[in-house]
């Protein structure tokens, strides 16, 4: 079959979580409709009974590297400790650990230790560009800090995107570091310890027909390794 409008949404044999072959159809590529589109289909696995919800970890369960990676089951916090001993570095995961020491230092800034509560005690606020030059006047002696030395300027604009203002040696900083991928990795579980505590919603091995809608009519018999379909 061939069709220039494309599947338009994807439909499959069966009820899986009400899954909806409409509200789940295909999101736009990156060149709009006509480009290709994505489906997303998410099966949710049935906790087992007494068994505990998992936090942190996650299944991956795919045919391209080895299914049975991640089964090593390695304690959470045992990983949390490893990153923070190996991969951060003093005071960079200082904002994770307290996300909201940002937010309220950033009210103090602006606003003061005993600053408004309510949008009516709001006095007059200087413009952008003033407060930013009277912050770094005040901030100008301040002793060097091992993060890195970011200015986010806003110049008002209801459609602004803030510029960020960096120096060299904090951008160069920025680039080296890597994601954390390799400790990442270990909090997936692979299809072993998963099947400990989950009942599939599709079991492994199980066959589903799957049907491409085009304005042709259905277009079936898609591999499901297939990247994309072009009917």
Same mark, same amino acid.
């Given at each position: !079959?061939?069709?220039?409008?494309?599947?338009?949404?994807?439909? @499959?044999?069966?009820?899986?979580?009400?899954?909806?072959?409409?509200?789940?159809?295909? /999101? !736009?590529?990156?060149?709009? *409709?006509?480009? =290709?589109?994505?489906?997303? #289909?998410?099966?949710?696995?049935?906790?087992?009974? &007494?068994?505990? &919800?998992?936090?942190?970890?996650?299944?991956? =369960?795919?045919? #391209?590297?080895?299914?049975? +990676?991640?089964?090593?089951?390695?304690?959470?916090?045992?990983?949390?400790? *490893? @990153?923070?001993?190996?991969?951060?570095?003093?005071?960079?995961? *200082?904002?994770?650990?307290? $996300?909201?020491?940002?937010?309220?230092?950033?009210? !103090?800034?602006?606003?003061?230790?005993?600053? $408004?509560?309510?949008?009516?005690?709001? !006095?007059?606020?200087?413009?952008?560009?003033?407060?930013?030059?009277?912050?770094?006047? +005040?901030?100008?002696?301040? $002793?060097?800090?091992?993060? $890195?030395?970011?200015? #986010?300027?806003?110049? /008002? +604009?209801?459609?602004?995107?803030?510029? @960020?203002?960096?120096?060299?040696?904090?951008?160069?900083?920025?680039?080296?570091?890597?994601?954390?991928? &390799?400790?990442?990795?270990?909090?997936? +579980?692979g299809r072993k310890a998963w099947m400990k505590k989950y009942l599939p919603a599709i079991s492994h091995g199980s066959r589903y027909r799957v049907y491409f809608n085009t304005p042709s009519g259905p277009l079936e018999r898609v591999p499901a390794w297939a990247t994309y379909v072009l009917p």
């Open positions: !079959e061939n069709d220039n409008a494309g599947a338009r949404y994807c439909a @499959i044999i069966g009820e899986l979580n009400n899954w909806s072959p409409t509200d789940n159809c295909a /999101g !736009e590529g990156h060149l709009g *409709r006509d480009d =290709y589109g994505y489906w997303l #289909v998410i099966l949710e696995d049935k906790l087992r009974e &007494a068994e505990t &919800a998992e936090e942190f970890y996650f299944q991956e =369960y795919n045919y #391209v590297d080895d299914f049975d +990676k991640g089964d090593s089951c390695v304690d959470v916090d045992e990983l949390m400790k *490893r @990153i923070d001993d190996e991969y951060w570095e003093p005071g960079e995961d *200082r904002f994770i650990k307290a $996300p909201f020491e940002a937010a309220s230092k950033l009210y !103090e800034e602006v606003f003061g230790p005993n600053g $408004p509560e309510r949008e009516e005690e709001l !006095e007059e606020i200087p413009d952008a560009e003033t407060r930013y030059k009277a912050w770094k006047e +005040k901030h100008k002696d301040d $002793p060097k800090s091992n993060l $890195p030395s970011f200015d #986010v300027i806003d110049n /008002g +604009k209801e459609y602004d995107i803030f510029n @960020i203002v960096d120096d060299p040696v904090s951008r160069e900083k920025f680039r080296k570091k890597k994601p954390p991928i &390799a400790y990442w990795i270990e909090m997936r +579980k």
